[in-house]
T-cell receptor, first 115, second 113 residues
Framework: DVKVTQSSRYLVKRTGEKVFLECVQD?????MFWYRQDPGLGLRLIYF???????EKGDIPEGYSVSREKKERFSLILESASTNQTSMYLC??????????????FGDGTRLSIL | DQQVKQNSPSLSVQEGRISILNCDYT??????FLWYKKYPAEGPTFLIS?????DKNEDGRFTVFLNKSAKHLSLHIVPSQPGDSAVYFCAAGEGKYGNKLVFGAGTILRVKS
């Protein structure tokens, strides 16, 4: 079974802090993703990575950056946290292949509150 | 501009009956569609997918129907069980091997016993 592990379930940070969210997958997947989930908006893609050190912007990259130094780990960085970044953050991974047959597998999420 | 819309925020169904969850999309370039289920405090889990070249895909109690001319898909759950109570997300993407998914806002399904 695919295991996507997010380092924290809950996190509380202050405005202006630099925040790191970590994600690790154990299935040697090439592709990794970061989403945020907000009520009424569903899941929105922030960034994804298709290989080590490679990244692409998703639909809402502003205020975020990412790092992928190793294949199994994908980090989301909030450079200077703001209250509008309070949200549920979800990490996912998938193996390269037809998207319908090789779906994304999600972690359990990190509930981030910015005070 | 929401490319994928789930217009029903919630749905309540009696155990044993059919649940029908609906999803509309605006981008005719979408090549595949997926449904995910999400329980509270857990990440979404993949349920079923359908390619744009098909109009139906079945997996056990779950069937997805695609109507390309109407840009509409639906997920049927028969028979519905209390354990099916969850949030259901519809998602769509372009390109057979594409990575970018666009998600709908989700529909909360409650199955009453």
């Amino acid at each position: 079974d695919v295991k996507v592990t997010q380092s924290s379930r809950y996190l509380v940070k202050r405005t202006g802090e630099k925040v790191f969210l970590e994600c690790v997958q154990d299935m040697d997947h090439e592709n990794m993703f970061w989403y945020r989930q907000d009520p009424g908006l569903g899941l929105r893609l922030i960034y994804f990575s298709y290989d080590v050190k490679m990244k692409e912007k998703g639909d809402i990259p502003e205020g975020y950056s990412v790092s992928r130094e190793k294949k199994e780990r994908f980090s989301l960085i909030l450079e200077s946290a703001s209250t509008n970044q309070t949200s549920m953050y979800l990490c996912a991974s998938r193996i390269t292949g037809p998207a319908g047959n090789q779906p994304q597998h999600f972690g359990d999420g990190t509930r981030l509150s910015i005070l | 501009d929401q490319q994928v819309k789930q217009n029903s925020p919630s749905l309540s169904v009696q155990e044993g009956r059919i649940s029908i969850l609906n999803c509309d999309y605006t981008n005719s370039m979408f090549d595949y569609f997926l449904w995910y289920k999400k329980y509270p405090a857990e990440g979404p889990t993949f349920l079923i997918s359908i390619s744009s070249i098909k109009d139906k895909n079945e997996d056990g109690r779950f069937t997805v129907f695609l109507n390309k001319s109407a840009k509409h898909l639906s997920l049927h759950i028969v028979p519905s069980q209390p354990g099916d109570s969850a949030v259901y997300f519809c998602a769509a993407g372009e390109g057979k091997y594409g990575n970018k998914l666009v998600f709908g806002a989700g529909t909360i399904l409650r199955v009453k016993s």
